[in-house]
């Protein structure tokens, strides 16, 4: 089945200790893509990669980091997590290039708490 | 800037039709996605315009218009299960994809 997957589904961490977000595709997608969503906000971006080792800062890359050494994988580090990185995490995959009707596959979302 | 803007709320009766508007103004543009969301949920992929003019698919409709920067989704014959979000989203020159905040979409009985 073509999916994006991400783990962990849930997550209660404590200010300043590192974690990671992972995220995984399986449909040789070249397009991947971090978001946090927030109310009120929306979907914001925090970091894309067109390609491996080709990584590019979103709207809100503050705080974050990532990663892509292989085409599957573009996992999400946060190195010291602050409570305002509290949000809901989706990673998306997408084949790449203009006039594709190829939509983002999103994956099911890391809810993170940071106390 | 990057602008996509939609509205925050709206309400319908099940069985009726509703459109969603959305407005944008982006660095360049290479198609614009309509997503469904369920609260607590991913989006999924409802449609994908990059000409103008109207996409059919089922009971959901996209259309688009380039020069005036200006797209609508519209719902027919409403169901309880359509109550969600739905996100307006704008590929950019670069092939970013950009968000509106979405449209909650309520569906009264």
């Known amino acids: 089945e073509a999916q994006v997957t991400q783990n962990p589904r849930y997550l209660i961490t404590v200010t300043g200790k590192k974690l990671t977000v992972t995220c995984s595709q399986n449909?040789?997608?070249?397009?991947m893509s971090w978001y946090r969503q927030d109310p009120g906000l929306g979907l914001r971006q925090i970091y894309y990669?067109?390609?491996?080792?080709?990584?590019d800062k979103g709207d809100v890359p503050e705080g974050y980091k990532v990663s892509r050494k292989e085409k599957r994988n573009f996992p999400l580090i946060l190195e010291s997590p602050s409570p305002n990185q509290t949000s809901l995490y989706f990673c998306a995959s997408s084949l790449l290039g203009s006039g594709q009707g190829h939509g983002y596959t999103f994956g099911s979302g890391t809810r993170l708490t940071v106390v | 800037g990057q602008n996509i803007d939609q509205p925050t709320e709206m309400t319908a009766t099940e069985g009726a039709i509703v459109q969603i508007n959305c407005t944008y103004q982006?660095?360049?543009?290479?198609?614009l996605f309509w997503y469904q969301q369920h609260a607590g949920e991913a989006p999924t992929f409802l449609s994908y315009?990059?000409?103008?003019g109207l996409e059919e698919k089922g009971r959901f409709s996209s259309f688009l218009s380039r020069s005036k920067g200006y797209s609508y989704l519209l719902l027919k014959e409403l169901q309880m299960k359509d109550s969600a979000s739905y996100l307006c989203?704008?590929?950019?020159?670069?092939?970013?994809?950009?968000f509106g905040k979405g449209t909650r979409l309520h569906i009264l009985p």
């Open positions: 315009n990059v000409l103008d």
């Open positions: 449909m040789n997608h070249e397009y």
């Open positions: 982006t660095s360049g543009f290479n198609g």
């Open positions: 990669s067109m390609n491996v080792e080709v990584t």
């Open positions: 989203a704008v590929r950019d020159m670069d092939d970013k994809i950009i």
